[in-house]
């Protein structure tokens, strides 16, 4: 197997918080390769969008920093790369669509300038070409009538066009990694449907891999090849998505996977309660504590999880676990 | 559009009536009179005559009459006749309003210009040196009054190390109209814009780094990071466009107290413009010449706030209608 477009190796990422420098993401390990779709699952403060971030040299310095660890892509390390040599990777090679196109956005520049600036800047393209590209890209992620929409400012459009134009600007210049950070938490549901479709559309055209992060287990069952479930900054639990979705291991993927609301079928049925995992995600004051991290919330807690914090271990083709409940099945 | 302009320019006439109209009632309001004034000047007169030269001034007339007479002659583009002068009060603004103006828009624009430079570089080194130099120096731009700022310029700058004059816009022996003349001019213009500069230095200085400081947290500025802008850009292109918004918006909103401030720093510098011909109105009670130069300045911060206007549309798409 060749070497993996991006691989990540122990990366740790901490914040400032006061005095004390606290690793909010540890330990974190994994591989994206050509063309895949990963999905990065957990709850909010999991730690997600900063190893997003970190990803593209982006984490807010001050407060925070990458402290350990590698990024390597193609085999180039992007921690303690310089400013310039990220430039020329940031929405050339590795581009990230946020969560919030309401913001996203510059409010004083038409949309097609802010596509058309990104292929001026990576490709040294002229004032027109750029501006024919940005058109030809406004077409791609279907903007009705782009001659026009282009010469429209942010505030003209819905929220699902300005995600349609984050997504143009990030694949303008067809990377070969695409980050989506909660791409349609802010937008409605039939939209957030419309966006994935374009989503896995473009993959096809463009042959990115994409890093889709998300707490909607729905849209990872849909849209993603390999899962991995992220806890208080730790990897928990990755496999892929088939195994994922049927055999969760660890307790918190199987909370994660019953809090998905059903519809009930017949009128005759109550709905099921709506399941929810007890107690919330520790702040980053409380990380690095001994034991389980999750073991708190954990309905099956064993004294075990509360002193000593569980390695990840293999499980079968592709799949890892971090929980010592896995140990005492397989002993 | 053309609906929303003649709305404004109807707000516009009535806000100039009001102000008309306010002024003169407060002048009136106010003990003495011209003819008073001039009385005094002239060594004494009897009732007889004073109730003459009264008349002649139509002072003794009703209020409302004289506001009517008043407004009428001003629709018509009179302002009056200022007899301390002995000339028509609108060629006295028009000789007055180039020095005004020079003082004026210098002060204000290079506190923009270096205030917003200022706040720029410190806004992206926020615990640099220069950073909190800027927010000591504009705090004590901000606490310390004009007049005294102006003093202790003087004594630094023209007694202690004898640089700059102390007064006047001109040097008697430059000839008018020559390159020589205009460096005299800008030479003299140095104190007196500085004085009543430096507070909006301060507040720009401050204004630009705080709404530097909050836009470079914006999703849009990480937008254009993660696009792989180079920094400048983002920084020039990006951020600052939007961080100049709020100060466009005081700038418009502040000239006339900087014409205001522009009153008391002629006279410290006996800058020959409407601040000091002001001045003097008050002191003779030449009240025509004060109802002109306080009709004047309400023109020009009307003048002022459409200018802002169309410049704020120019920066900021999001303002279309009214």
Redesign the interface.
């Known amino acids: 197997m060749s070497a993996p477009l991006l691989s990540v190796r122990d990366l740790e990422i901490s914040f400032r918080l006061g005095t004390e420098e606290t690793a909010v993401v540890r330990d974190l390990s994994f591989d994206l390769g050509e063309g895949e779709t990963l999905g990065i699952v957990g709850e909010s403060g999991c730690g997600k969008s900063i190893t997003a971030l970190s990803l593209?040299g982006?984490v807010p310095n001050p407060p925070g920093r990458v402290s350990a660890g590698q990024i390597l892509f193609q085999g180039q390390d992007l921690v303690g790369a310089s400013?310039e040599q990220?430039?020329?990777?940031?929405?050339?090679e590795i581009?990230?669509v946020?969560q919030?196109p309401m913001?996203?956005?510059?409010?004083?520049?038409t949309v097609g300038e802010q596509i058309a600036?990104?292929a001026r800047?990576?490709f040294g393209s002229s004032r027109a070409e750029a501006w024919d590209r940005a058109i030809e890209m406004l077409k791609l992620v279907g903007i009705p009538s782009p001659e026009q929409r282009a010469h429209n400012?942010p505030?003209q459009l819905s929220g699902g066009m300005r995600q349609r134009v984050?997504i143009a600007?990030a694949l303008v210049c067809e990377p070969k990694i695409l980050i989506a950070d909660e791409p349609t938490t802010a937008l409605d549901v039939t939209v957030q449907a419309q966006i994935f479709d374009l989503f896995r559309e473009l993959q096809d055209k463009i042959g990115a891999a994409i890093i889709l992060i998300t707490h909607d287990i729905g849209v990872v069952a849909q849209m993603t090849n390999r899962v991995m479930v992220m806890y208080a900054g730790r990897k928990i639990e990755e496999g892929p998505v088939a195994g994922f979705i049927r055999d969760p291991r660890h307790p918190y993927t199987r909370g994660l996977i019953s809090c998905i609301p059903r519809l009930s079928m017949s009128p005759s049925d109550m709905p099921d309660p709506l399941f929810e995992i007890p107690g919330v995600v520790p702040a980053p004051r409380e990380l690095g504590a001994p034991g389980c991290a999750f073991a708190p919330r954990c309905p099956h807690a064993m004294q075990r999880c509360r002193v000593q914090d569980p390695a990840l271990s293999r499980i079968g083709e592709g799949r890892a676990v971090a929980c010592w409940l896995e140990e005492e099945v397989a002993a | 559009m053309i609906k929303g302009t003649l709305g404004k320019t109807a707000n516009t006439v009535i806000l100039l009536i009001a102000v008309l109209v306010l002024n003169f009632a407060m002048i009136h309001v106010a003990p003495g009179d011209p003819v008073e004034a001039l009385v005094g000047e002239m060594g004494g007169a009897t009732t007889e005559q004073i109730a003459e030269l009264r008349a002649q001034f139509g002072l003794d007339q009703p209020l409302y009459v004289q506001i009517g007479k008043y407004l009428w002659n001003v629709a018509q583009g009179d302002l009056g006749y200022s007899y301390y002068y002995d000339q028509p009060v609108t060629s006295l603004i028009l000789d007055r309003i180039g020095p005004t103006l020079l003082l004026v828009t210098t002060a204000l624009f290079s506190a923009i210009v270096i205030g917003t430079v200022l706040g720029v570089f410190s806004a992206q080194r926020r615990n640099s040196l220069l950073s909190h130099l800027v927010t000591v120096l504009s705090l004590a731009g901000f606490s310390a009054p004009v007049f005294w700022i102006g003093i202790m310029l003087i004594l630094l700058l023209s007694v202690a190390i004898p640089i700059l004059p102390i007064s006047g816009m001109t040097s008697s022996e430059v000839p008018e109209g020559t390159f020589w003349y205009i460096l005299d001019v800008a030479h003299h213009l140095v104190l007196p814009a500085l004085t009543l500069g430096l507070i909006y230095l301060a507040f720009y200085s401050r204004l630009s780094r705080a709404s530097m400081i909050e836009v470079l947290q914006t999703d849009y500025v990480r937008t254009a990071r993660a696009k792989g802008l180079p920094r400048r850009m983002v920084i020039y292109k990006h951020a600052l466009r939007n961080a100049v918004l709020p100060v466009v918006t005081f700038a418009g909103l502040q000239f006339g107290q900087v014409i205001s401030g522009a009153v008391l720093v002629e006279t410290v510098f006996a800058w020959p413009g409407l601040g000091t011909l002001a001045f003097d109105s008050i002191l003779r009670r030449d009240t025509t010449t004060l109802l002109g130069i306080l009709f004047f300045s309400a023109l020009m911060v009307v003048v002022m706030n459409i200018l802002t206007d169309i410049v704020y549309r120019r920066i900021d798409p999001r303002i279309k209608t009214a």
């Open positions: 593209l982006l400013e990220l430039n020329r990777i940031r929405g050339n581009s990230m946020f919030e913001t996203s956005l510059n409010p004083v520049y600036e990104t800047v990576h400012f505030h984050m600007i």
